[in-house]
């Protein structure tokens, strides 16, 4: 005769069977961070103030699939040419091959930056945003009349353009041809624009999306193409793929 033998987990058990495999979890997804975290502030600069985060449950025990899912990449103090600046990054589809299926970048250029950066006739202005324009504030005129000026800033395969909009001047907000109507004014609206300003050559598979003011600063965001993203040793990868980039974003 068999006999039966059936076989009672009691809940505690079951707890810290649970309790053991979300540790493992957090332990792998530790390790997974600090892994893309390195390997971001080896491409941005060993200055730069780098953070990772895998977002998707359970992403560490999925590294050990092979997969990661999405990866959020902030960084400060990120350094390119003589101007400084914050990453917001998001790649999505990450596989441990370093590889990725979409992806975008929001680079923040900081207000005194951009003002170490304003054309000559406009130096002295100090950018700045009032929630919705770009916004160069200061005095103009030989009377030294105070005057914020608001920009509208729009994004093209080519780089950025900001136009003026309109002013305000002592509270109270005019069309740009009301003040530079008056007397010694013409100058000013020719050294306000539009501007376009390019960025130079990007790496292949990144384009420009947008840009806006922000609380922070000026916010461009980049979108990156499949054939960027994908791992350099992966088959049709950028080493394989004649029309591929180079794999760095460049953000």
């Given at each position: 005769?068999?006999?039966?033998?059936?076989?009672?987990?009691?809940?505690?058990?079951?707890?810290?069977?649970?309790?053991?495999?979300?540790?493992?979890?957090?332990?792998?997804?530790?390790?997974?961070?600090?892994?893309?975290?390195?390997?971001?502030?080896?491409?941005?600069?060993?200055?730069?103030?780098?953070?990772?985060?895998?977002?998707?449950?359970?992403?560490g025990l999925k590294t050990l699939t092979g997969q990661v899912g999405t990866v959020r990449i902030n960084a400060d103090g990120v350094r390119h040419e003589g101007t400084s600046f914050a990453v917001d990054a998001a790649l999505h589809g990450v596989s441990t091959d370093g590889s990725a299926t979409s992806g975008s970048a929001t680079v923040t250029v900081g207000y005194d930056e951009l003002a170490e950066r304003l054309p000559k006739p406009l130096r002295g202005m100090k950018p700045g945003?009032?929630?919705?324009?770009?916004?160069?504030?200061?005095?103009?005129?030989?009377?030294?009349?105070?005057v914020s000026v608001l920009n509208k800033v729009s994004a093209d395969p080519d780089g950025l353009t900001v136009t003026p909009d309109s002013v305000r001047v002592m509270g109270q907000r005019m069309k740009l041809d009301t003040l530079t109507s008056l007397p010694g004014m013409e100058q000013f609206a020719d050294d306000l624009g539009p501007r376009t300003v390019g960025l130079g050559q990007l790496p292949e598979g990144v384009r420009l999306t947008d840009a806006k003011p922000s609380d922070d600063g000026l916010a461009l965001t980049f979108r990156f193409s499949p054939d960027v993203l994908r791992a350099a040793d992966a088959p049709g990868g950028p080493s394989g793929n004649a029309s591929g980039g180079s794999g760095d974003t460049g953000a």
């Open positions: 005769m068999r006999i039966r033998r059936t076989v009672l987990i009691p809940a505690a058990a079951l707890a810290t069977v649970l309790t053991a495999g979300g540790g493992a979890n957090a332990f792998v997804e530790h390790k997974a961070q600090e892994r893309v975290a390195e390997e971001a502030r080896s491409r941005l600069g060993a200055n730069a103030d780098v953070h990772a985060e895998l977002t998707d449950p359970l992403a945003t009032d929630g919705s324009h770009l916004t160069l504030s200061g005095t103009v005129g030989g009377l030294g009349i105070p």
